[in-house]
């Protein structure tokens, strides 16, 4: 990658710092991509004076790497210049760096050369082993006591750890690049299959619609054809919720990208969702477990008898308020519900109980305050220990995910963090809770060594 300018800068900014210790020329040089057995070029980042550049004496400057040579040839850069490597090592680099300025046994000692080498110093710019260039300083009038080599040693550390991380920010530039066109290009795609699904939703709630019209109070059918409009709806509410929300990654990736102000109202807007609820906001809300739980009840009735299953619900009557938003706690519930139905046999119960408990409970947690209890139990296989603490993790399936049950492993997840901003809590049973089955639960149905019992507790609305 070729070099930042603020890699630039910090590179003359160094250099100015040689110059200031009293160097004539100084130059920080980078290598291209070392392959093995072969020589790097050196690519000239910041050179003081900018002359020396371009001087004859710094064409084809190479940098041979350890495998091809046991001495690497150092730039020539002084006025007169340096023999040329082929002809002496004199200004060569040891192939392992070595502390301080201590010479290797490859360098002739003559006076003359030591004399010519403390006026030039080459020093490697290494991290981790790796040589990523070369800074190159020298005078003629004076050689270089060890204070100003341990300096310009001091530079050329610093430079070598700007150059990683140089190099770095901008593979990391490179990958965020790569990730936003990803991103876009998946919004694009959510928008199309959004649009593409919303015409066979339509449709499905109008035969809905019509069906219901068409059966007579008395036929059984009209309940199932009534939870065909109802489910449709919810399927509509979060079909806008679910466009919502990729308006909002879309706006937000514009928004980090600088070419939208206006999209950080569109960010904000998320926190509106039914799914993302403020507990100031619960506590404001109120609604009854019945009439959330009734509708539900119809359709996991028919989805039960489709399964050969029977679903037992005992549910008191007369229940006070919960503080709770009622298409949140629809949603909780019908994540539970249809857990229930999918992970149990055919041929087996599902029971759902819903109790008051005062504040003189004996319950931890809310032995203080009143609130009111829905537990839904399956007799399924039940969950193993090991599953049981990680249950609630976001795509967490455990040994479910060895069966062919379908699932996401979100529902549960998403259940939690909503009865969490209800200020609720939720626990979880396995095998099931013999104390939340309803009392018309047939003790010979279900097996006392399976089955899961979840429970949500809502506070009552004062």
């Not at 340096?82 to 003559?110: D, F, K, M, Y």
């Not at 699904?197 to 309940?223: I, Q």
């Not at 929300?245 to 990736?253: I, K, M, N």
């Amino acid at each position: 990658m070729p070099a930042s300018s603020e890699f630039v800068k910090l590179c003359r900014s160094q250099v100015a710092i040689a110059v200031s210790l009293g160097a004539k020329f100084s130059a920080v040089y980078l290598t291209q991509e070392l392959v093995e057995g072969s020589e790097a070029k050196l690519v000239p980042i910041a050179v003081y004076p900018e002359t020396s550049a371009e001087s004859e004496e710094n064409q084809g400057l190479r940098l041979q790497s350890p495998e091809s040579s046991t001495v690497k040839p150092a730039p020539r850069l002084l006025a007169p210049p340096i023999l040329p490597v082929e002809e002496s090592t004199v200004g060569a680099i040891a192939p392992e760096p070595l502390p301080g300025n201590e010479r290797s046994s490859h360098q002739c000692q003559g006076p003359e050369n030591v004399w010519q080498q403390r006026r030039q110093i080459v020093t490697p710019l290494i991290h981790e082993g790796a040589v990523m260039g070369l800074l190159v300083s020298g005078r003629q009038d004076r050689p270089w006591n060890e204070r100003e080599e341990a300096q310009i040693q001091q530079i050329a550390h610093t430079l070598a750890l700007a150059c990683i991380l140089d190099q770095r920010s901008q593979w990391m530039q490179q990958e965020l690049g790569t990730s936003r066109q990803i991103q876009a290009q998946v919004y694009d795609t959510m928008h199309n299959l959004l649009h593409q699904f919303k015409s066979p939703l339509t449709a499905l709630r109008t035969f809905g619609k019509l069906l219901a019209r068409r059966l007579v109070p008395e036929d059984k059918n009209r309940n199932v054809a009534f939870s065909i409009v109802r489910e449709s709806d919810r399927l509509q509410e979060l079909l806008g919720q679910f466009d919502g929300t990729v308006d909002t990654g879309e706006a937000h990736l514009k928004l980090r990208s600088g070419t939208s102000e206006k999209a950080m109202s569109n960010v904000e807007s998320i926190r509106h969702s039914p799914l993302s609820l403020s507990p100031a906001t619960n506590l404001k809300e109120s609604c009854f477990v019945t009439e959330v739980l009734k509708p539900l009840l119809t359709s996991a009735e028919a989805i039960a008898s489709e399964r050969h299953l029977k679903l037992v619900a005992d549910v008191e009557a007369d229940l006070p308020p919960v503080g709770a938003n009622d298409r949140a706690l629809r949603e909780v519930l019908s994540n539970l519900i249809d857990n229930a139905l999918k992970y149990t046999p055919a041929g087996r119960q599902i029971y759902i109980k819903v109790r008051y408990q005062p504040a003189d409970g004996d319950r931890a947690g809310y032995s203080q305050l009143p609130a009111i209890a829905v537990a839904v139990s399956d007799t399924g296989s039940g969950i193993p220990p090991q599953d049981l603490e990680h249950l609630f993790e976001r795509h967490y399936r455990g040994e479910k995910a060895q069966t062919e049950i379908p699932g996401t492993g979100l529902g549960l997840a998403i259940a939690r963090d909503l009865v969490r901003q209800m200020q609720g809590e939720i626990e979880v049973f396995s095998p099931l809770n013999p104390e939340w089955l309803p009392s018309a639960a047939d003790p010979l149905l279900y097996p006392t060594d399976r089955g899961t019992t979840f429970v949500v507790w809502l506070q009552v609305n004062k």
